[in-house]
């Protein structure tokens, strides 16, 4: 009775977990480093306190609402939903490469303004030649022609963070890869293997909220300092509990990035409500570390191009959902057992 009690409490808590996580923990959670303690060297969680019956109950419920969803987009009221879309959005799609240009300059001038950071907040350095290169970033995007160069500092930036931090930790910001695709692709006008930029950056989104997601179940006491400071967060569910709620909503609406038009433009107005919601309460450092991911979200939002191969296969999404999942976990915990010698237990 117990434990139907507190499944029965989990059913009724998950339209309030959603919300709060879209505009509070999720933010601050998918990039905890910047305002707790972290040891990404620490051993994670064991795959068997993580697989527990609350998890499997909230990942079988956020499988069922994007399955719903995929069923949905596929009706003549879901297309008529993806139409008001395509009208109410058109701003933001006349304006993609735009949005793309000057939310890159703000960043890179932001964080040389800042000094001392590399990429994100927690990637630290002391390099003045850093610094210049931030800016030179920044100056790339007043022209098409200078923006492939833009994007190959983003690489060597990146690179530079791989060589002081390890592979393992710059997984988690494979984001900033998809946005340097897509400055190189757009100023030269290419498309890549007949895939569109944004579709690259698109992915690239997906796979960053997706392990961040992971890292909620593997190290949830990172968050639980937050957590306390807002106790009104968890509807009086326990923090470990809530960790493992937060951690589904994010990865659910990360894995519909990936999916068909209306499901994944849903998704993206969601989190882009969450990032742009979070600021208020995190602040300048939550802002500007999270901007290039809502130029990413909100240029999703605009998208407007369809494709109905999927739309018409909607039992294709829990497979999808599933596999990726595992695919996850298991990349995460064996990434770190190569990083680290932890044992995937």
């Known amino acids: ?37 972290y040891d990404i ?9 993580v697989l527990c019956p609350d998890f499997e109950y909230l990942l079988g419920a956020s499988m069922l609402a994007l399955l719903a969803g995929a069923v949905f987009e596929g009706t003549f009221v879901g297309m008529a939903t993806l139409r008001v879309m395509d009208r109410v959005s058109s701003a933001l799609r006349e304006n993609i490469e735009t949005l793309f240009r000057a939310g890159t300059a703000f960043f890179f001038i ?37 923006m492939p ?40 006008q290419l498309n890549f293997y007949n895939i569109a930029p944004i579709d690259m950056v698109r992915w690239s989104a997906g796979v960053t909220l997706m392990w961040a997601s992971i890292e909620k179940w593997a190290y949830p006491e990172w968050t639980f300092p937050l957590l306390t400071q807002h106790p009104g967060m968890m509807f009086g569910l326990d923090a470990e509990l809530f960790m493992r709620a937060a951690g589904v909503v994010e990865f659910a609406l990360a ?50 191009r369809t494709e109905l191969r999927l739309v018409r296969r909607p039992w294709l999404m829990p497979i999808g959902y599933a596999a990726s999942l595992c695919l996850f976990m298991v990349l995460y915990y064996a990434g770190h057992t190569l990083a680290f010698g932890t044992p995937i237990t």
């Open 1 to 37: 009775m117990k434990h139907l009690n507190k499944q029965l409490q989990l059913l009724a808590v998950m339209p309030l977990a959603l919300l709060v996580n879209a505009i509070l923990v999720g933010s601050a959670s998918a990039h905890v480093k910047w305002f707790c303690a």
């Open 41 to 49: 060297a620490g051993k994670p969680r064991g795959l068997a306190n």
């Open 110 to 146: 932001s964080i040389w303004a800042v000094g001392g950071i590399l990429l994100t907040p927690e990637l630290t350095t002391n390099s003045t030649l850093i610094g210049a290169l931030q800016l030179g970033i920044a100056a790339g995007m007043v022209s098409r022609r200078t």
């Open 149 to 188: 160069l833009s994007a190959l500092g983003i690489f060597v930036l990146f690179g530079n963070a791989i060589g002081q931090y390890g592979l393992f930790h710059l997984a988690d910001y494979p984001v900033f890869l998809g946005v340097a695709v897509y400055l190189a692709l757009t100023g030269l």
């Open 255 to 304: 894995f519909a990035l990936m999916w068909t038009p209306l499901v994944r433009r849903v998704a993206a107005l969601i989190l882009a409500v969450m990032f742009i919601s979070a600021v208020g309460t995190f602040g300048k450092v939550d802002l500007i570390g999270h901007t290039l991911i809502v130029v990413v979200l909100l240029a999703v939002v605009g998208d407007n």
